[in-house]
């Protein structure tokens, strides 16, 4: 293995893939200090005031003088981040390589033509003081419908604490939400459950939510009924029936919409799971595909690199709008643009937030971006790109942004590990192996192998995606196998 990792030719910062002692000398003739895995030697000396480049992008500011081999983190690099981000659109088409013909996965084929790679029976309550009458509801259900091999794969209740006492915004982002999973394709078919008395009243939550077919949607409120739980259970005998017409059978790659998450980051994700998921969004959308990045945040400081692949100014406009909204969001609340990474992510190697946004990036590799959506709100299938939802960086937050966008999986790269998972499946991606080795409970994929000298990328990419086909045709995720499911809402007051 190599003693370091230099991304770009332009940068004057490397990443050491396994711990360098002090006195260490390199065949470049340098002479290291204490290095620990993940984290960046200087290349060259830098001088105070001069900008300390990865990616081929500035990530900081240096507050020191730092020598050549010197570790190069928090104690001598600042942020560099303006308060608010001004660029000007450049029509600089972002071209995609031929992919050949999309192969296919067995998932579904709903009504409307959508697909899925889930026959699930969900139960969305609209308040949390149903949470755990939904919760027995589905319980019991499982019990008696959910049977190896048989039509329904899976029912479900996802609890939340809101619907009552909210107002304005956060009221509106319960109501997109909840209605984003209930639209959602991976539904076969939906138990919505109501109290009576709530903010998020079920006449407003079912209008947010829209046309809905009677067959596939039931709904009541449980002030209404004698017995709640006896009530959703024939509902979901209904339902049940309903959704085991669906069989499985072979859908195109090209339909498949994948949600790019990282969580827990640590110095090697924007070397390998990032780029890995990267090339992976290359491939879905040179198919056709549909690619969902968010965590807007985790842009700041890497707009220019991002943003000068929007397929066309109205795209621009509506993405550095996004951009800029959120740091006013921050503002407002007293907080700086720049707070993050986390405690986490400084430990792997990660120093400014420009340096986890420039790594956070790569997971959407170099497809053009095609459109931008508000947090709730469903990205459009069939356009070939990427497409931007805003929602935080929080993993809970973000990720069920994804599902609610109509992710049908999510991959989620991670450096530290979580054991997060959200209503769709959550294909964990390492970093790094010593991960992968340690939680193989939580971990689908190692992209740790990246980082052998020896080891073809094109070979890693192809492990990958042939994990995303399984998982879309059936094969569980580890999240999925653990019961490892939930959803988290965006509520206001910082989240970082």
Sequence with gaps: MKLLVQIHPDDNVAVAPQAIPAGTKSDRALVFADIPAGHKAALRPISSGEPVVKYGFPIGIATEDIAAGEHVHVHNVRTGLALDTELKYDDHRSEMAAAGTAPAFMGYRRPDGRAATRNEIWIVNTVACVNVPSQRIADLAAREFVTPGGPIDGIHAFTHPYGCSQLG???GYTRKILAGLVRHPNAAAVLILGLGCENNTLKSFLAEAGTLDPQRVRFFNAQEVQDEIEHGLEAMRDLVSYASQFKREPIPASELVLGMKCGGSDGFSGITANPLVGRIADRLCAWGGTAILTEVPEMFGAEAPLFSRCDRQETFDEALGM???????????????????????????????????????????????????????????????????????????SST??????????????????PLGVPVPTLKIASNHELAARKPNWIDYDAGQLLDPDVDPATVTDGLMSLILETASGKEARNERNGFREITIWKQGVTL
């Design 323 to 397: 951009v800029n909204r959120f740091k006013d969001y921050f503002r407002r609340h007293g907080e700086e643009v720049h707070e993050n990474p986390s405690p986490g992510n400084k430990d792997g190697g990660i120093t400014t937030l420009e340096e986890k946004s420039l790594g956070c990036i790569q997971k959407g590799g170099r497809a053009p971006v095609k459109q931008v959506v508000g947090y709730g709100e469903a990205a459009e299938q069939g356009l070939g790109g990427l497409c931007l939802v805003e929602a935080p960086g929080n993993d809970g937050v």
């Design 169 to 171: 915004d956060d009221l």
């Design 401 to 418: 942004a994804l599902a609610a966008a109509g992710a049908h999986v999510i991959l989620f790269t991670t450096g530290r590990g979580t």
